[in-house]
């Protein structure tokens, strides 16, 4: 927008390259772009987060990193000779009052928490009665959003997994223009479009490194598709069935036919298939003997007897086998994928001491110095995302009347020892 003593006017931007829409469905003769395989990507994503240990720690990780200690309003009041901001404090209670609030906190963890988790996040501008004031900023669970085609409208449904959208539990809210929604905010209430409507969806926030055109791809993503999350499932599911069924692995066992004839003699059985179930059972109990976990570090007895010439007959003859596949390897190739994950999610692996497992792909789990570092250098790369969570907040204020805040995030800072201090708080 531009203006002057004598004219004022605007300056829009059109679509010179159509976006690609790989599915659609249809509700209320709108067209909505498909999530995923089936419309069910954030409910396939929450499985595998749920299921993926190291995944999920480190999402969590990141959330609470760009989360820090909170946020606090300010106003610059000019910048010092190093050219650093002076800020002074804010003391609107309204706002005061809305950031340390229970509404802005909710909204503000769960819109890290879908952004972060399924690379996007879906704000609602909640009105007053009159329309005329957004009251809070609200963020719609990303798992029951769907956007139409044009991104004029959200789609808020239950669930698309097991039902499709009906008119008793649907909500569709119009959406604000992506490229400039306080410019659109402001035209409809110009012209009296927001009079009656309780709520408006601010555009989707979005992995801004994702090129999709409706719903950008987690970071995460990368490590399923090279397919390190399915070798951080495997090497577990591996090591426990390699517990449960530990004899294939480490034991050869030989028993002698004497012994059988001797346990188990022929003339006592008149029926042959009784006999072998007999032995067979005999078998299996050994076999558990040798292989469950809660006898380990036991005893283990076996008779022989000497024969008319003096040698040892009958005897059981039970071997150590080396298996090919050692446990180590397993942890090995189970640090390394500790560590895939964790890079694709840009989170350096000593912050959470992901090299504990051992081997010499994961190396150790990092010095104080890595760990202080790594965590300082996750809360500089975390400015993106930040920033976009205030974008609906911001403008909320501005649309409210309440002009040039600038919102910080408190973080408080690890340093050294020898600094004198073991903190510092500083504002981002």
């Not at 020892?417 to 504002?427: A, I, K, M, V």
Request: one cysteine or more; proline letters at 4%.
């Amino acid at each position: 927008m531009f203006s002057g003593k004598s004219v004022i006017g605007s300056t829009t931007t059109t679509k010179t390259v159509s976006e690609k829409v790989e599915e659609t469905f249809s509700f209320r003769k709108h067209d909505y772009a498909v999530w995923g395989d089936s419309n069910c990507f954030p409910d396939d994503a929450e499985k595998t987060i749920r299921k993926t240990s190291v995944l999920q720690t480190g999402l969590n990780y990141k959330a609470r990193c760009c989360y820090g200690q909170g946020v606090v309003p300010m106003k610059v009041a000019g910048f010092d000779e190093s050219n650093n901001e002076i800020f002074e404090p804010v003391r609107d209670m309204d706002v005061l009052k809305y950031l340390r609030g229970l509404p802005f906190r909710n909204s503000h963890t769960a819109a890290f928490r879908d952004l972060i988790k399924f690379g996007n996040a879906f704000p609602l501008l909640v009105f007053n009665n009159g329309g005329d004031k957004i009251v809070r900023v609200q963020i719609l669970n990303a798992r029951h959003c769907r956007i139409s085609v044009d991104k004029s409208k959200l789609l808020v449904f239950g669930d698309f997994r097991n039902t499709n959208p009906n008119e008793k539990d649907t909500v569709v809210y119009d959406m604000l223009e992506e490229e400039d929604p306080f410019y659109d905010l402001q035209w409809r209430r110009e012209t009296g479009k927001l009079k009656g409507m309780a709520a408006i969806a601010f555009p989707r926030i979005k992995n801004y490194f994702s090129n999709n055109d409706y719903y950008a791809a987690p970071d995460w993503e990368s490590a399923q598709e090279s397919g390190w999350i399915d070798i951080a499932h495997k090497i577990p599911e591996f090591l426990n069935r390699a517990y449960e069924n530990a004899m294939h692995l480490m034991w050869h066992v030989q028993i002698p036919h004497t012994y059988w004839e001797k346990q188990f003699p022929k003339s006592e059985y008149k029926n042959v298939d009784q006999r072998k179930q007999l032995i067979q059972d005999f078998m299996d109990k050994f076999e558990k003997e040798l292989t469950d976990t809660k006898n380990a570090n036991k005893s283990l007895w076996t008779q022989y007897y000497i024969d008319e010439s003096g040698r040892i007959n009958g005897d059981w003859k039970i071997t150590r086998l080396d298996s090919e596949i050692k446990a180590n390897d397993s942890m090995s190739m189970s640090a390394a994928a500790n560590s895939e994950i964790l890079y694709s999610l840009m989170v350096n692996p000593s912050v959470l001491g992901a090299g504990m497992p051992g081997g010499p792909y994961s190396g150790n789990a990092g010095s104080g110095s890595d760990i202080r570092e790594g965590l300082l250098v996750s809360m500089i790369l975390s400015h993106i995302e930040k920033q976009a969570v205030l974008d609906p907040v911001e403008l909320m204020f501005e649309f409210n009347g309440i002009h040039d805040i600038e919102l910080k995030y408190r973080n408080i800072t690890l340093t050294t020892l020898d600094s004198g201090r073991n903190t510092q708080e500083s504002l981002t």
